[in-house]
């Protein structure tokens, strides 16, 4: 559908590398980065807002790297909404449809559709600025979408909104994708909105597109320590790695951890912090690693807590606040930390 073939692109203090990329038709697609990533100038040379120096872009298997922007049938929605303050939510839905001077019976059903669509139909004579910012970016939305885009880009949709309104609107965007089946790239910070949302996800990182793989993969099966990091992989040792017994155990210095891993030599243990569990008493149970430690810190998350626990290296776990208080856990409590060598992702 979409397919993007080593992009490149300098800017006087940035660059864009060697983008490859390939996105199914009706495909939501995420692509998940840190600020200064270049996840927006990506979407802008996608939608042609910029020349690339090398590569080319591919819709529909038709070349579009040299068209301009009103020609490629890209939808585009910056995070700050960009509607026009002195036209109603009517008014400004239709104004892409204005410009290419489409009938008006047409335009009408097409407004009609749209705003149904995205539920705004009793918002249809408000001015932007009478909205809330929920309200506002379903408009972006529907101007968007009214134009049948073969492919929509979403530049942060989520980012400048509070948190409950940023639930709600992450199922609508599901909703919506699922209803209109427009193929979509949603770029992001946040890799729970990505892991939430995107069929899959491509990790960007200083320019380069560095891992592309299912919500599960990204999360689980991170591929180099940056995205470890960045999709909340809190806990990360260097160590060296033997085979034994169909088992890698991996000296991490002050504890032995066992994985199950063909990999040998120096690595990276990944150990994701909800993995974890924590008991006063050992745990007897096969197939797991227990490690002794004690209690260094505890931050109370609402309904979970975050521990630092010293097991000769500090080892980040979260748990539910309610085995936090049934353990009667405090500053120095010893526990016993355990988890499956399965849960071990190694590097």
């Avoid at 990329?21 to 996608?46: S, W």
């Avoid at 070349?63 to 890209?74: G, S």
């Avoid at 036209?87 to 892409?96: A, C, I, K, Q, R």
């Avoid at 776990?317 to 085995?323: E, G």
Wanted: charged share 30%.
């Amino acid at each position: 559908m979409l397919s993007i073939r080593d992009l490149s692109k300098k800017w006087a203090d940035f660059s864009l590398t060697n983008i490859n990329l390939d996105v199914k038709e009706r495909e939501y697609f995420t692509v998940l980065g840190p600020t200064g990533a270049g996840k927006t100038l990506m979407l802008e040379l996608i939608a042609g807002f910029h020349r690339p120096d090398l590569g080319e872009i591919w819709i529909n298997d038709k070349n579009i790297t040299d068209l301009p922007p009103e020609q490629r049938k890209v939808g585009f929605v910056y995070q700050d909404y960009s509607l026009f303050p002195h036209l109603n939510v009517e008014e400004n839905v239709e104004f892409g449809l204005r410009l290419k001077k489409i009938p008006k019976s047409e335009t009408n059903k097409k407004i009609r559709h749209t705003m149904n669509l995205l539920g705004l139909t009793h918002l249809s004579k408000r001015l932007p600025k009478t909205l809330s910012g929920g309200e506002q970016q379903k408009v972006a939305l529907a101007r968007a979408i009214v134009l049948d885009p073969d492919v929509l880009l979403l530049d942060e949709p989520l980012s400048a909104l509070d948190a409950q309104t940023q639930e709600r609107l992450r199922k609508e965007l599901k909703d919506l994708h699922e209803r209109s089946g427009v193929t979509t790239i949603h770029v992001t910070h946040d890799h729970v909105e990505a892991i939430l949302l995107g069929d899959r996800i491509g990790v960007l990182s200083d320019g380069k597109l560095i891992q592309v793989g299912a919500p599960d993969e990204i999360f689980r099966k991170p591929k180099w320590e940056f995205v470890a990091k960045f999709v909340g992989v809190e806990n990360i040792f260097s160590g060296k790695s033997e085979l034994k017994e169909g088992l890698a155990r991996i000296d991490i210095g002050n504890a032995l951890i066992e994985a199950v891993t063909q990999k040998e030599g120096k690595v990276k243990v990944c150990i994701r912090p909800e993995d974890i569990l924590l008991s006063k008493r050992p745990i007897k149970s096969s197939g797991r690693n227990m490690l002794q430690g004690k209690i260094t810190e505890i931050s109370d998350r609402g309904t979970t807590v975050r521990l630092k626990v010293d097991v000769g290296r500090e080892l980040v776990v979260i748990i539910t606040k309610r085995s936090f208080l049934d353990m009667k856990l405090g500053i120095g409590s010893g526990v016993y930390a355990a988890f499956k060598a399965s849960s071990v992702h190694v590097i």
